[in-house]
């Protein structure tokens, strides 16, 4: 992504309501999936049922993974190689490549893929338009979104080739 590709990406939300909408969007995508699991794995919980480990372990131990790898990695992100003012405004340097927040959304709609098809499915969009958010916010590119839904996506793969 360059300078003039990421300005013509977000200049529909370049105006104080875009700008307040795509943040806001944002926000309630994130919340709506950080809500969800947790409350999915209390219903397993008290209904006794034997995927609550697997649902519990998969988003763990790979979001685990996904942490020390883009620690480790450390790429930029847009508004710190592209000198752009970004749409969703963030502070930190780095730790950019995977995209931690569709990751955790993919491995999320994975988890509901496996427990229940329709929400699944729902989930998934959601990862793609949060996908979009990040990018066209400024505080991801194209490659760190893509790279966090593969790998959540691969890591949801856990379900049904161990369990």
């Known amino acids: 992504m360059t300078k003039e590709q990421y300005q013509r990406w977000s200049a529909p939300f370049r105006s104080p309501g875009g700008e307040r909408w795509l943040n806001r969007v944002n926000f309630l995508l994130t919340r709506l999936c950080y809500a969800a699991y947790p409350l999915c794995l209390l219903w397993l919980a008290v209904t006794r049922d034997s995927r609550g480990i697997p649902a519990l372990l998969v988003p763990a131990v790979s979001f685990l993974l996904v942490s020390v790898f883009r620690n480790l990695y450390n790429a930029k992100r847009p508004y710190e190689l592209l000198e752009i003012q970004p ?15 569709v990751f955790s959304v993919f491995v999320i709609a994975m988890t509901f893929l496996w427990l229940c098809p329709p929400a699944g499915a729902v989930f998934l969009i959601v990862g793609v ?12 590119f194209p490659r760190d979104v893509i790279a966090g839904a593969a790998a959540g996506i691969a890591a949801g793969c ?3 080739l161990i369990w």
């Open 87 to 101: 749409l969703i405004h963030k502070d930190k340097k780095g730790k950019s490549f995977p995209s931690r927040h």
């Open 158 to 160: 856990c379900y049904w």
């Open 129 to 140: 338009l949060l996908a979009l958010c990040r990018v066209i916010g400024g505080v991801h």
